[in-house]
Every structure is written in C-alpha cells, then in structure tokens.
C-alpha cells in the first residue's frame, strides 16, 4: 500500500523496484507505460500502484535512459556466474541462442530498428559487467552496469546451404561476449542457398535465459511486422 506521507518518486522507485525483483520488465513507449512479464501475472495490487504512479514511473524510467548508466546489483546466480568468468572474454558455451526461419525477404534496416526495440524496451539486454578491479556494491551486493542507450548491429551473414546451415548457426552462436560491452545480444541475418533466412538472436546467460530468448523470437516477428 502506498503511503500518502511518503515522496511520490520515492514511492515510484519502491514500485519500479518491486516490479523488477519479479522479472518484469517496464519501459516508456511514448506517453505510456508497458510492462512485459514472462511466467506469471502480474499482482492486482502491483498493477493498481503502477496505474497510479504511473507519471512518477514514467519520470524515472526516463531519466534512467537519459543518463549514460546506472548502477543494478547483480543477483547471486549473476555474481557466481561472472565470478567464475570475470575479465574473460565469456566462454562460448554459456551463449543461449534462438533461430527464426523467414521465407519472405526482409530488409535489414527493418531488422536493424525491430531488433533495437526489442534492446530499448528490455533493460536486461543494456547490462554488462565490470573487471574485477572495478567492482562496487549496490544494496550490499555486487553491481553491474544498466546503460540507458547502446546500439545493436545486426550481422548480415554471407549465406548458407541448407545442408551446412546448423553448422554455421552453432558458429554464430559460439562467437564470444566481452562481458564488460553491453549489449550482450545480438542479431544475425542468414540467407540461405535457394530461398528463405534464419534470423538468429543471440545472448549470453548472464543476462537471458534459454526460454526468455526463444520468448524474443516472436516478439521480434511482431514488431517488425
């Protein structure tokens, strides 16, 4: 319940952070608030205090992406996970991957500004994480870095046939992250020998998950259609 003696902002950020400790992601998409969250619903009470402060939220969300970056903490499954991985380039095999068979052309202007969407709208894909000798505390636990901006690079690939294709596909998804670079996502354009492409979205597991990322799948499709 929401304190009537209590600072709107500061309530709002209380909101904001409740929202995101469950996974849901919020975002300004012009004078509106959206949420997207995956698994669950989201609480009536929650949902009633965003409605409410919705200005307030929206005020903060904005600023957050006004600013070059600010500072999260990780969760303990992150901080074990870069712990054992800090100041590597990330190990290949923690890369989660998802493909996408097109039969309609697609220019990649229009895959480029749906993929940039999909990293605008989910913060998660604007996180990276610093070396070790940069690290600082956040609510008493480590922190990592959520920027308000970074641009994502579609990689237009040269081609591929059918019989290679899963060959080439488990290549893209293997190239390794530099932990400390968001965004830890990317986007490939393969065409293939004889007609059709695969879009394949790729991320590390520091910051999507195996489900979340074939989640991503048709939320793309749905943007740029």
């Given at each position: ?17 409740q929202?995101?400790?469950?996974g849901i992601?919020?975002?300004?998409e012009g004078?509106?608030l959206r ?5 669950r619903d989201?609480?009536v ?11 307030e939220v929206?005020?903060?969300v904005r600023?957050e992406r006004?600013?070059?970056y ?5 969760s303990?499954n992150?901080?074990g996970?870069?712990h ?5 380039v ?8 998802h493909a ?5 052309p697609?220019?990649l202007?229009?895959?480029?500004r ?12 604007r996180?990276?994480f610093?070396?070790?000798s ?5 609510d008493?636990?480590?922190s990592?870095?959520v ?6 690079v579609?990689?237009?690939?040269s081609?591929a ?9 488990g290549?893209?998804?293997?190239e390794p992250?530099h932990l ?6 990317r ?7 004889g007609?059709?492409?695969?879009v394949?979205l790729?991320?590390h ?6 489900l979340s990322?074939?989640l991503?799948?048709p939320?793309?499709a749905?943007?740029?259609?």
């Amino acid at each position: 319940m929401i304190d009537p003696r209590e600072d709107p902002l500061e309530a709002a950020r209380g909101v904001l952070d409740q929202a995101r400790s469950l996974g849901i992601e919020i975002w300004p998409e012009g004078p509106r608030l959206r949420y997207r969250t995956l698994n669950r619903d989201l609480p009536v009470g929650l949902r009633d205090a965003l409605a409410k402060m919705r200005e307030e939220v929206l005020e903060i969300v904005r600023h957050e992406r006004s600013i070059e970056y600010h500072l999260a903490p990780m969760s303990w499954n992150q901080f074990g996970m870069w712990h054992d991985h800090v100041g590597l380039v990330a190990p290949t095999g923690l890369n989660v991957g998802h493909a996408v068979r097109l039969e309609r052309p697609i220019r990649l202007e229009v895959l480029t500004r749906a993929a940039q969407v999909l990293v605008d709208r989910h913060s998660v894909l604007r996180t990276d994480f610093p070396r070790e000798s940069d690290l600082s505390l956040t609510d008493g636990r480590p922190s990592r870095r959520v920027w308000g901006f970074r641009p994502v690079v579609v990689h237009q690939g040269s081609g591929a046939a059918p019989e290679v294709l899963n060959g080439v596909l488990g290549e893209l998804i293997g190239e390794p992250f530099h932990l400390e670079t968001a965004p830890l996502f990317r986007v490939h354009h393969v065409p293939i020998s004889g007609g059709g492409q695969v879009v394949l979205l790729v991320a590390h597991h520091l910051v999507v998950d195996g489900l979340s990322i074939r989640l991503m799948g048709p939320e793309l499709a749905r943007v740029f259609q």
